[in-house]
């Protein structure tokens, strides 16, 4: 069975730092695009960021560009997203999700269960 | 940036009835639109690509429809678990963007 599973969540003051990881099993992780998608407490879903397979291209919300960075590990079968000058604004669970291709826009075919991140003073 | 409208953003149904859920876009996504169910406390889970297309595992009382702007999920007989938020996904452009959702409550 597939798993992707988050870490790396947590309580940060605005203007802070977090690294949150995904780590995938049990699929050829390089031949896929992976994407972050977050979820603020109560509200709808909101596309992140994205990478492709092989983590030579990416594409970012406007909300987060220059401030949010997506990468990939394949020898570790790991996906991150670096979170700098965090705003309230970020406080979210965020998922990380599979789409079914090498790269490009996609949809989400795999999800894991969330990382909880939470910025506040 | 697309905007995806749904609506209604609350359903009231019975176990057994049908469902008709909308998403709207703002402009034409052609046919690059899914739907994803979410249950309280869970992930989101694949139900549709590409318009009409059933993810792995899905039964098919679940199905889609539309094109361009318009799109539809129909649930054709609501089982207890289908009670849940849904939202629609399109995939034609950058940022890929979500509607707010559409809640399927027990009434």
């Known amino acids: 069975e597939v798993h992707l599973v988050e870490s790396g969540g947590g309580l940060e003051q605005p203007g802070g730092s977090l690294r949150l990881s995904c780590v995938v099993s049990?699929?050829?992780?390089?031949?896929?695009?992976m994407n972050w998608v977050r979820q603020a407490p109560g509200k709808g879903l909101e596309w992140v960021a994205c990478?492709?397979?092989?983590?030579?291209?990416?594409n970012y919300a406007d909300s987060v560009e220059g401030r949010f960075t997506i990468s990939r590990d394949n020898s570790r079968n790991t996906l991150y997203l670096q979170l700098n000058r965090l705003r309230d604004e970020d406080s979210a669970t965020y998922y990380c999700a599979k789409g079914p291709f090498f790269g490009g826009a996609t949809y989400f075919d795999l999800w894991g269960q969330g990382a909880l991140v939470t910025v506040s003073s | 940036e697309i905007v995806l409208t749904q609506s209604p953003a609350t359903l009231s149904l019975s176990p057994g009835e049908r469902a008709t859920l909308s998403c709207r876009a703002s402009q034409s996504v052609t046919f690059y639109l899914a739907w994803y169910q979410q249950r309280p406390g869970q992930a989101p889970r694949l139900l549709i690509f590409?318009?009409?297309n059933r993810a792995t595992g899905i039964p098919d009382r679940f199905s889609g429809s539309g094109s361009g702007t318009d799109f539809t999920l129909t649930i054709s007989s609501l089982e207890p678990e289908d009670f849940a938020v849904y939202y629609c996904?399109?995939?034609?452009?950058?940022?890929?963007?979500f509607g707010g959702g559409t809640k399927v409550e027990i009434k």
């Open positions: 990478i492709n397979g092989d983590g030579t291209s990416t």
């Open positions: 996904q399109q995939r034609y452009t950058w940022p890929l963007t």
């Open positions: 590409d318009t009409s």
């Open positions: 049990e699929f050829t992780f390089r031949g896929y695009v």
